[in-house]
Nanobody, 127 residues
């Protein structure tokens, strides 16, 4: 059974930084495309970043481009989300997601594109 465990969330002031981690167990990490999603109260879950199996291809939503960086360490079965210049609008529960893909370039950007999900970690940006 595949398990995803996020960590690194918390309370940070505007302009601050956080690094989220997502450790994956129970599967072959190198076959998974990985995504980071967030969901604020009353809003739909949105993809903020995604990365392909090798880490060579990434996607960022317009709202985080230039501020967030997704990366992965296939030796550690972990995907990261470095978040800089945080804004109050970044406040949400952040989820990581994994999907086994045969296309080495694939990195889904919708919730429907992922089978496995973590439990989420809260990020709160205070002004």
């Amino acid at each position: 059974q595949v398990q995803l465990v996020e960590s690194g969330g918390g309370l940070v002031q505007v302009g601050g930084s956080l690094r989220l981690s997502c450790a994956v167990s129970g599967g072959t990490f190198s076959v998974y495309a990985m995504g980071w999603f967030r969901q604020a109260p009353g809003k739909e879950r949105e993809c903020v970043a995604a990365i392909n199996r090798s880490g060579g291809r990434t996607y960022y939503s317009d709202s985080v481009k230039g501020r967030f960086t997704i990366s992965r360490d296939n030796a550690k079965n972990t995907v990261y989300l470095q978040m800089n210049s945080l804004e109050p609008e970044d406040t949400a529960v952040y989820y990581c997601a994994a999907e086994p893909v045969s296309n080495i370039f694939s990195r889904p950007t919708t919730p429907q594109g992922y089978t496995h999900w973590g439990q989420g970690t809260q990020v709160t940006v205070s002004s």
